[in-house]
Structure formats: C-alpha cells, structure tokens
Nanobody, 115 residues
Framework: QVQLVESGGRLVQAGGSLRLSCAAS????????MGWFRQAPGKQRELVAAITSGGSTNYAGRFTISRDNARNTVYLQMNSLKPEDTAVYYC?????????????WGQGTQVTVSS
C-alpha cells in the first residue's frame, strides 16, 4: 500500500509556471507507475501525464512529469499555464501491470490560473 500527498498548488497568473509535488510513503514506490490527474468543476477527472517505474512517459507539451525514486516523489512541471488549467490536481499510483487500475490516490491540490 502507498499513501500519496500532493503539494504545490496555488493561484498563478496565466502564462506562469508551477511545479506540483507528490510525496509517497512506502518502500516500493519505485515499482509503481505514477500519474497526475486533474478535475475541473463540472468536468470528469482526466489523466494529465503518467510515468512508469523506469521513468518512461509518452506525454509531451506544456506539462512534464518526472520522478525521483530516491525521494519517493513524483513531480508535475506546468508551464505556460492557461485559465482552463484550473482544476484540482491529483496524484495516483498503480501497479506496473498494463491491466492494473489506478489503485491509490492523493487528496488533491488546487491550481487556479487567473487571466
């Protein structure tokens, strides 16, 4: 089992940058695939980026996911933020099997982008 705690969310102006962090408990962090999701008011939760235990990610663009297994932490670097990026951002973890579901979730951190 793993517990996840997000931090770094705040109010930021459009065009700005923000880095979110997700600290994980447990000694098996490095074996999990990690992801960042977001949910805006009235919308479904959506996957923003994911990274495998080995550090592979297929996501590109304004947001970059990375991980530091020595610190049990996963990051989301967000650049050129837009008002539509306003949402609660969640960290999640799942086992490395391709068929596994996102089993563990953090409480979320609020990101608000002002125009």
């Amino acid at each position: 089992q793993v517990q996840l705690v997000e931090s770094g969310g705040r109010l930021v102006q459009a065009g700005g940058s923000l880095r979110l962090s997700c600290a994980a408990s447990g000694r098996t962090f490095s074996s999990y695939t990690m992801g960042w999701f977001r949910q805006a008011p009235g919308k479904q939760r959506e996957l923003v980026a994911a990274i495998t235990s080995g550090g592979s990610t297929n996501y590109a663009g304004r947001f970059t996911i990375s991980r530091d297994n020595a610190r049990n932490t996963v990051y989301l670097q967000m650049n050129s933020l837009k008002p539509e990026d306003t949402a609660v951002y969640y960290c999640a973890a799942k086992y490395a099997s391709p068929s596994s579901n996102w089993a563990y979730w953090g409480q979320g951190t609020q990101v608000t982008v002002s125009s």
